[in-house]
């Protein structure tokens, strides 16, 4: 049996004028046209590598919004497989892309008007997934926020701590699971921390805030301590107010509170470090995501 590449990639977009335009480049290997996409590399999860090869191709960063498609085929000239997964994505700095410098990889950049893209687009698989493209635009769901549901990382246990629980810390592996969170919560352009006032929680959404300096909000109502169902369900639609994409860490216990506010049914629990990315417009939830740590 072929090996399977997982790689990962954006249809990143931008308004110009009345037109919405898309990210797109030419690679000179195979002389095609087609979106920012690539290999991940080891440790990463998916959307991590997504944002990662989009700025390696294009020089642009962007965060990812809703997922569009996964495609697999086989790679040209080789007994493997590979599997793409692609999200719509948003700019978040600048979207020049004159300053790009080419290279044996890529060596165009191009913003395409979206009515273009088609016949520029070389495979037949990207058409397809311009066309999801298309139809999460018509639903006007290329606009959504996230907001990132978070469980905290694997903690000490409760026999072998002594101290008060609301201090109980991260095992090393729990911390190792934190560091790898980090790029995730980036990958969404995260920009407000919210977390449950234990130390474990906090622990886990340190090493994010450390990376892009900014300060960890708590939110009493979030903890396990105090978990009562009106108080996350108001914690959870403030969050969902909230217009920057976030975070929330918290515990076990509380999150059947957080997923009911959601009016999500038959979630499975979430492990230590697993996460439900959930894609909102207001606080009407239009997708939803998952990922372990």
Request: aromatic fraction near 6%; hydrophobic fraction near 35%.
């Amino acid at each position: 049996m072929a090996d399977t590449v997982l790689a990962a990639g954006a249809v990143a977009w931008r308004r110009s004028g009345d037109h919405v335009e898309l990210l797109m480049i030419h690679r000179p290997r195979y002389d095609d046209w087609t979106f920012p996409k690539g290999k991940v590399d080891r440790g990463e999860r998916l959307p991590q590598t997504a944002v990662r090869e989009v700025e390696e191709e294009t020089g642009i960063r962007v965060r990812l919004g809703v997922p569009l498609v996964t495609h697999e085929y086989k790679v040209r000239d080789k007994d493997q497989m590979k599997r793409a997964s692609y999200w719509s994505a948003q700019v978040t700095g600048h979207d020049d892309t004159t300053a790009y410098e080419p290279n044996h990889e890529v060596d165009e950049v191009r913003w395409v008007r979206d009515p273009d893209a088609s016949s520029l687009l070389t495979y037949e698989r990207d058409r397809e997934l311009l066309a999801a493209f298309h139809a999460v635009r018509s639903a006007g769901k290329h606009r959504t926020r996230t907001l990132l549901i978070l469980r905290h990382a694997e903690a000490l246990s409760r026999s072998h701590w002594r101290g008060p629980d609301t201090e109980r810390t991260l095992t090393t592996a729990g911390d190792r699971q934190a560091a790898r969170i980090a790029p995730v919560l980036g990958a969404y352009g995260v920009r407000t921390i919210v977390s449950s006032d234990a130390e474990r929680c906090v622990a886990t959404v340190t090493p994010y805030a450390d990376a892009i300096g900014t300060d960890i909000v708590l939110e009493p109502r979030l903890s396990e301590e105090h978990a009562e169902a009106r108080q996350v369900r108001n914690a959870t639609y403030d969050l969902l107010d909230s217009r920057a994409p976030a975070v929330a860490a918290t515990h076990r216990p509380v999150l059947p509170y957080v997923t009911d506010a959601l009016g999500l049914d038959d979630v499975e629990p979430l492990a230590p470090g697993e996460m439900i990315v959930v894609h909102h417009t207001g606080r009407v939830v239009v997708e939803t995501e998952r990922f372990t740590s």
